[in-house]
């Protein structure tokens, strides 16, 4: 099975910076990735799927880039309400397999 | 718009079944464009994968739960379930069904239900 590893694990991050999470396949799973955010005690949201597109009202702040196995979120302004876990799930091959997850946190 | 909503024991014994429903509301669950999934994640870590149905009833498991998992799917019901046998104590989780799309390969899951822990214990 494809390993999805992330990182940091926790990122500081003051408000109004900018905030990159990395997410890296153990073999390539061209575009086939998503992003998802998940907050204390909620389900996760999709964030981002195609490894770039953003889902159905995600603002534009959020933006993600790779392809093969190196892929990148970026939260171009952190805002209060994007203090939170984020995962990338992989559903280039079968089983489709997530990583451990970023936390981000208010410096 | 879609909702999913999971319901189930909340407390299962250890070597039971755990069995859980999700109710999809606000869309048909025969829809041919989507698949309908579980996933689990065990306190303080991250989403496992176990287990995709289709409508028609086609199953897809995760080489991890391939022997304990078993899902079915009620269209009359607009409704979705999942056994786990032989529970222990690394079953405990909070479990959450999912939709996932269809991309010419099974893709992202959105959206996701609330979730429900399950504990297993004695």
């Known amino acids: 099975e494809i390993v999805m590893t992330q990182s940091p694990a926790t990122l500081s991050v003051s408000p109004g910076e900018r905030a990159t999470l990395s997410c890296r396949a153990s073999?390539?799973?061209?575009?086939?990735l998503a992003w998802f955010q998940q907050k204390p005690g909620q389900s996760p949201r999709l964030l981002i799927f195609?490894?770039?597109t953003r889902a159905t009202g995600i603002p534009a702040r959020f933006s993600g880039s790779g392809s093969g196995t190196e892929f990148t979120l970026t939260i171009s302004s952190l805002q209060s309400e994007d203090f939170a876990h984020y995962f990338c799930?992989?559903?280039?091959?079968?089983?489709?397999?997530f990583g451990q997850g970023t936390k981000v946190e208010i410096k | 718009q879609l909702q999913l909503q999971e319901s189930g024991p909340g407390l299962v014994k250890p070597s039971g079944t755990l069995s859980l429903t999700c109710s999809v509301s606000?869309?048909?669950?025969?829809?041919?464009?989507?698949?309908w999934g579980w996933i689990r994640q065990p306190p303080g870590k991250g989403l496992e994968w176990i287990g995709t149905?289709?409508?028609?009833?086609?199953?897809y498991y995760s080489p991890s739960f391939t022997s304990r998992a078993t899902m079915s799917v009620d269209t009359s019901q607009n409704q979705f379930s999942l056994n786990l046998t032989s529970v222990t104590a690394a079953d405990t989780a909070v479990y959450y069904c999912?939709?996932?799309?269809?991309?010419?390969?099974?893709?992202?899951?959105?959206?996701w239900g609330q979730g429900i822990l399950v504990t297993v214990a004695s």
């Open positions: 149905i289709f409508y028609g009833g086609s199953t």
């Open positions: 999912a939709r996932r799309i269809i991309v010419g390969r099974p893709g992202w899951f959105d959206p």
């Open positions: 073999q390539t799973v061209s575009s086939n």
């Open positions: 606000g869309g048909s669950i025969s829809d041919s464009n989507y698949y």
């Open positions: 195609g490894a770039s």
């Open positions: 799930q992989q559903y280039n091959r079968w089983p489709t397999t």
